[in-house]
């Protein structure tokens, strides 16, 4: 499991309390991860975002005359470079931070997390493939007409207390403006009140299909620049917009409960999910369970767990039951390993119902007193 040292960025922003707010926004614009940190005499002390510039312009404060040390701030929730990344969902779940300043060991600052490193941490879990972006269009996306200036368009997104923006002609998307946007055209030396919302629109914004998975959804994330993408239908209309924060809260919710889990590794027993069908194909493994039956996950996944089992038709028994009882649990199965080596293993099978319609059985594996490798 990776830790947090392998997936931060460590070139992050830092500024002073005497710094003015513009300076502060250009350094943050310089630099681009959407944060920047807070420091007196080198003590962390706050934490600045594109989204906290635009709510102090907004609230009347002239960025080239007002100092971070005049706007209210709060220390940040940190993390420690030797964190394991899985960790920091259950953080963000807890506390809905979305940025993270990290700590080495001697508590000096060393770099940022973001919601973008805490996807790409993640498992790149099939099991994510079972649940559809359309599930998660809830609500008509914040929208704003082309011909209204820049301080109406901050005036919105404060007001929504959303980091982004549709504009929208009508039905006609003409694109999406984001706080990162406002931030650099604002501190911008030909910078012009009188700028229109159209003008600032980016144009060539990722979009995502409604019937997309949420691995799909993921790998876009992951793969560019973009914290938020339209989702639009099969007309190509947007109906919608997706975010990082959207996915990473569906993950984080879906930890609570092994029937929706998209992130095997929050399952603290080892675990293997596979299909029901004749194919009985492994859709998923957490560590722990390629631990327990010395299974590559690289080779595995995908394969059938049919040559596990001793007895080859247990599987198809398995599956007919839980189609009337939906879970088994109290038995012992003799078991291969991937190493062949034999096992007496403990077993809980669940059946578990997905959005998109596609079953999937969830195993979870409870090993035998050690030495036992028989189960008679």
């Not at 350094?27 to 920047?36: D, H, I, L, N, T």
Request: proline share 7%.
């Amino acid at each position: 499991m990776s830790l947090v040292r392998d997936c931060m960025f460590p070139n992050i922003a830092t500024l002073s309390p005497d710094t003015t707010l513009l300076e502060a926004g250009q350094r943050m614009v310089r630099q681009a991860p959407g944060f920047a940190i807070i420091l007196d005499n080198m003590a962390l002390i706050g934490l600045l975002t594109d989204y906290d510039f635009i709510k102090w312009i907004v609230a009347g404060h002239d960025p080239e005359k007002i100092k971070i040390r005049d706007l209210p701030s709060s220390p940040p929730q940190t993390v420690h470079e030797d964190t394991h990344c899985q960790d920091l969902l259950k953080i963000y779940y807890q506390r809905r931070f979305r940025r993270f300043p990290v700590l080495n060991e001697d508590e000096v600052l060393s770099g940022g997390i973001t919601e973008k490193q805490i996807l790409a941490a993640l498992p790149r879990s099939n099991l994510m493939a079972h649940y559809l972006v359309d599930d998660m269009v809830v609500s008509a996306p914040p929208a704003v007409k082309p011909d209204i200036p820049y301080m109406e368009v901050a005036k919105q997104m404060v007001s929504l207390h959303r980091g982004c923006v549709l504009v929208m002609d009508g039905d006609q998307y003409l694109g999406l403006i984001t706080e990162g946007d406002m931030l650099r055209y604002r501190v911008d030396p030909n910078w012009r009140p009188n700028l229109l919302a159209s003008e600032m629109a980016s144009k060539n914004a990722t979009t995502i299909s409604q019937q997309a998975d949420l691995l799909q959804a993921r790998d876009l994330f992951v793969l560019t620049k973009h914290r938020r993408m339209p989702v639009v239908n099969q007309k190509g209309q947007v109906i919608g917009l997706l975010t990082q924060t959207d996915l990473l809260r569906q993950v984080a919710d879906s930890a609570r409960s092994h029937q929706a889990v998209l992130n095997p590794e929050d399952i603290t027993d080892p675990a293997i999910w596979f299909s029901p069908d004749d194919d009985h194909k492994i859709l998923a493994m957490n560590e722990k369970g390629a631990r327990a039956l010395e299974l590559d996950p690289e080779k595995w996944v995908g394969q059938s767990v049919a040559p596990l089992a001793v007895d080859k038709p247990v599987w198809s028994a398995i599956s007919t039951l839980l189609l009337s009882c939906g879970t088994i649990e109290g038995i012992n199965l003799p078991l291969l390993t991937g190493e062949g080596n034999s096992l007496c293993v403990a077993c809980r099978f669940s059946l578990i119902h997905t959005p998109t319609g596609d079953d999937r059985i969830f195993w979870t594996i409870g090993m035998m007193e050690p030495g036992r490798k028989s189960c008679n």
